[in-house]
């Protein structure tokens, strides 16, 4: 997991514990300073940045993920900042019926890496 500073909650032990209850330990976790740091690190590893958003036209299930790709959230009250639109290699949505509202962030995200772990044949 990367982290991209400034983040939008308590970079703390405790708030990790709480979140990652006890699969915590099994993360390795990076953080970088700012946004420039990221793709700075990004281009040197030549990874690419898969963008998961509403404002996207390809549907999750039609991009063929590699095993290496970057899943890249924003923070749902925002979405993702244009900048981080226009760096990304790739942008995917949830497809969600005509009125509906968003999907929780987390939930948005383990639907897509659930995907990605099962096209790359990662699952454990």
Do not use: C
Not at 37 to 42: G, P, T, Y
Not at 47 to 53: D, E
Not at 78 to 104: C, F, Q, W, Y
Not at 109 to 122: F, H, M, S
């Amino acid at each position: 997991m990367h982290l991209i500073e400034p983040s939008g909650f308590a970079l703390s032990d405790r708030n990790f514990r709480r979140a990652g209850l006890d699969y915590i330990d099994q993360a390795t976790i990076q953080r970088h300073l700012d946004w420039n740091a990221f793709k700075a690190w990004r281009h040197e590893n030549t990874r690419r940045l898969v963008l998961l958003t509403a404002a996207a036209n390809t549907v999750y299930t039609d991009f063929a993920f590699k095993a290496d790709d970057i899943l890249l959230l924003g923070r749902k009250s925002v979405g993702a900042h244009p900048e981080v639109h226009e760096e990304a290699d790739a942008r995917l949505k949830i497809p969600m019926r005509p009125g509906t509202r968003s999907l929780n962030i987390a939930i948005a995200g383990a639907i897509i890496t659930g995907e990605a772990l099962r096209q790359t044949a990662l699952f454990p």
